[in-house]
Every structure is written in structure tokens, then in C-alpha cells.
């Protein structure tokens, strides 16, 4: 383990830094575009939550993988030329984006209904009253679940890997071949996945007890 | 304080984990393969199934077909007799190693070219296939050979643990190599346009080229590839076996005929020098 971090640290590191970098756009933009879809689910205007309905059932219910490789494959043919790191980054926003729509409408609906009456009784709009009371509720409700999403978020990140984004998960398979000790690098690879995530994991929880 | 010695603990068990599962790494296991070969009357050799003319998986049937199946098989024949079976696992250029060092294969054969590298971690078979790498670009690019690759933002495309990767970097140190993980990936990289030239050895893209008449292999080989089987270190039995398989398929003429049944619609590639 030791000799593949001496003469492939390089190698790791980047491949450390492609995927942190991935997880930190990805997750700024899914969180965004998540949160957004989460509160189209539930405004009036029916037209709008039939929209939301549509993105979360798709992108929930296709693979990661397959997502990618749309990206990845279709788009350059026909549309625009896109590199691997960035087909995999939008890939990983979309998939994600849909899980965490879902998760933020769970804590929406769990704020009490008599809370968004309240607002509007007291003369707020109905995005006014999502602002400033109901959304700031809800987010603590699903700081856990939201959490989780994160982890995955960066975990599903080697997805990378199979479209040549030199990511973590890249470089270790290119290492493993190179090196052909599969077993060490793997758990090196795995090791550096930790450092990303468990601190992400500690984090989530030291919020949770401070909101709660 | 309670807190902290409970997480100290958890990091300490999770490391002690790690060290116990890297400890782990070095069982080999030390049976003969031949005898357990002969005994079971079967062969577990590790194939391609990704690449057209040496191993390619037929969807209709699901049976692995290509010249690299049929030797194997020709030279199960050989060593066990003729009742003696021939089982086949997919491999790629990534999982080859780890799952011949487990034992899960026998042997491997699977466009596999001898390296001193890997005769480290290998015992390798004589030569069965003499390939060399090439590229393989779109019709009417500016690339015709390794040369014109050599330029900053040239990208070559290539598959992970294939040494067409490595000798790509002494060829064209400026281009940008993007290693995918079996060769219909790259190729399909190759025709949305991800990158300008893909390489690996000639042999498989002649085949890319028969399926996919808008590309062409340009500049000829720049490399020497022998094919070899591999064997798992310390199974010499099972080597010498290979070779002497090998040497019968080669001389009783069924060599020649596997070649040219695999090889002789292939534009461009001299099967009559490759015959033995």
C-alpha cells in the first residue's frame, strides 16, 4: 500500500482533487436545481408540478451510467463537443438533483400546512411564505436525509471513471493495471474516498445537532 | 473525552482492517494447475470477449467466438485429450491478472502481450499471434500515422491496462492519452468524436475497421505485441503443457487453418506472413 502511494501519489492526488472538484460542483448545482424542482412540486399552478413530476421520475429512474454516456457519447456527436469530466459532472447533477428534489419535498410537506396559511393570513406571497417559513423548517427537518444524499453524491462521482474524467476511480484503475497490484491499489483508492467522505459525514451530523 | 476514545477506536478498527486485508494480498495458491486440470477435464482460460476476430461475445447465441476461442480450444485438445473441455470466462485487460492470481482462470488468452513487466507476475507461453499496435482514425483525418499525434491537444483514445497506452507515451509524448475501459467504449468514443485516433494493437483494429467501414487503420504497426498465454507463477507444468500444445497445433496445419479462417477477409493484414 505504502509503495503505491510512493511512486503513484501524483497520480492519486490528482485523481483526489478531479473528484473533489466534481463532488463540489455537482453538489452546489444539484442542491440548487433539486431545492428549485422540490418547491415546483408543490406550488399551485398544476402545469409547473407536472413539470417538476416529469425531471425527478425521469433522472431518478435511469442509471448514472446511462445518464454519462448520453452525455458523454450523444451530445458530441450531435450537439456540442463535451469532455469527460464535464458529461460526468452534469451526469452526477442530474441524477442527483432528482434524489434531492424528492428528499427537500419530503421536508416541505412535513412542515405543518397551517404554516404556510398562517404567512399568507399575514399578508406574505406565496414564495414569500416558502422564503421565509416554511423552507427555513424544512431544511432542518432534512439536514439527515440531505446528508446522505451528499455522500452519495460523491461516492457515485467514480462514475468518472468509465468516461475518462481522471477521477479518483480513474486513476486507480489505471494504476491498478500499471502497477498489477489490484488488491493495494484499490484499498488506497478506497482509503482516499474516506478521507473524502467521512469528514463530509461528521460535518452533516455536527449540523444536525446544532439545528435540531 | 468518552467520545473521543470510542472515535479513536472506530479510525484504529478501521485501519487494522486495511493492514489485515493488504496482508491477505499475498496467498497464492500453491496447487497444480495441470493436475487439477486433468483431473476435472476441463480448462478455465481467460478470454476477450470485447474484440472482434480474437474474442467477441455473439449476443444471439451467447457463445464467445474468435480465433483466440478456437486455438484454446484446439489446444485443450491437445493436453487434456479428446474428451477434454474447454470453459470460457470474460476478461478484460484490467481484470486478466487479479483473476488468474485467484485462481478463478487457468490460463490467460486474451490479446495479452508479453511484457517483462508482467513476466514478473506471469509465466508467459511462447508467442501465439505476432500484432503490432497501430491507430485507427476516421476516414480522410489528417492523421496517417503516430507522427502527426504528436502535438499538444492531439487526443488518442485507448483501453486501461492494454500496454498501447504506455508505448503511445514514447510515440507521441505531447498527446493527451483517455483510457476507457474496454475497446467498444473507445471506439464509440472514437466515433462521437472524443478523440482524434484510437490505439492498440493492429489485429483488433482491423477487426473495429470490418464492422465499422467508415474508419481505417493508417501508418502500419509501430510496435512489436507477441501474444502469449499466461500462467499463474509457479505453475511451470502448466506452461511447458501450452508450449508443447502449441508446437502440435502449429505443426499437424490446424494453426493455419484457424488463421485463415479468421483472418483471411481482413484488408491490409498479411496472413500469409503471420502463418506458421
Known sequence: MISIFQNYGGALLYGLGQTLLCSIIALIFALIIGSGFAILEVVPNKFLRIIAKIYIEVFRNIPLLVITMFFYVVIPMYIVEISGFVSGTIGLILYSSAFIAETVRSGIQSVDPGQMEGARANGLSFWQGMRYIVLPQAFRYVIPPLGNQFINLVKNSSVLAFVAGFDLMYQGNVIASDSLQSMSTYLCVGVLYLILTLPLSYYMRYLEKKLA | ?276
Open chain 2, 1 to 276: 473525552m468518552k467520545k473521543i476514545i470510542s472515535r479513536i477506536g472506530l479510525l484504529l478498527t478501521l485501519l487494522l482492517m486495511v493492514v489485515s486485508l493488504s496482508a491477505c494480498s499475498s496467498s497464492a495458491s500453491q496447487k497444480n494447475v495441470l493436475k487439477d486440470d486433468k483431473q476435472t477435464k476441463t480448462i478455465t482460460w481467460g478470454v476477450k470477449a470485447d474484440t472482434k476476430l480474437f474474442g467477441l461475445m455473439d449476443v444471439r447465441d451467447n457463445q464467445i467466438k474468435g480465433f483466440e476461442i478456437d486455438l484454446a480450444k484446439a489446444m485443450t485438445k491437445q493436453i487434456l485429450g479428446k474428451d477434454g473441455k474447454a470453459r470460457f470466462i470474460q476478461v478484460t485487460s484490467q481484470t486478466r491478472m487479479p483473476l488468474l492470481r485467484n485462481g478463478n482462470i487457468d490460463a490467460i488468452m486474451a490479446t495479452m502481450t508479453i511484457t517483462p513487466e508482467r513476466a514478473k507476475q506471469v509465466d508467459f507461453s511462447r508467442s501465439y499471434f505476432d500484432a503490432g499496435q497501430a491507430i485507427l482514425v476516421k476516414n480522410g483525418s489528417p492523421i496517417k500515422n503516430v507522427k502527426d499525434l504528436n502535438h499538444n491537444g492531439a487526443v488518442v483514445l485507448g483501453v486501461v491496462g492494454s500496454n498501447s497506452v504506455q508505448n503511445i507515451k514514447k510515440f507521441a509524448p505531447k498527446a493527451k492519452v483517455l483510457q476507457l475501459s474496454d475497446y467498444s467504449q473507445a471506439l464509440t468514443a472514437l466515433k462521437s468524436g472524443q478523440g482524434d485516433a484510437l490505439t492498440t494493437d493492429n489485429g483488433i483494429l482491423y477487426g473495429m475497421s470490418i464492422e465499422n467501414p467508415g474508419y481505417s487503420v493508417v501508418g502500419g504497426t509501430f510496435t512489436k505485441e507477441p501474444y502469449g498465454i499466461a500462467v499463474d507463477k509457479g505453475q511451470g507444468q502448466m506452461r511447458d503443457a501450452m508450449n508443447s500444445a502449441l508446437t502440435k497445433v502449429e505443426n499437424n496445419g490446424q494453426y493455419n487453418k484457424l488463421l485463415y479462417k479468421w483472418f483471411h477477409k481482413v484488408k491490409g493484414f498479411d496472413f500469409r506472413g503471420a502463418e506458421r
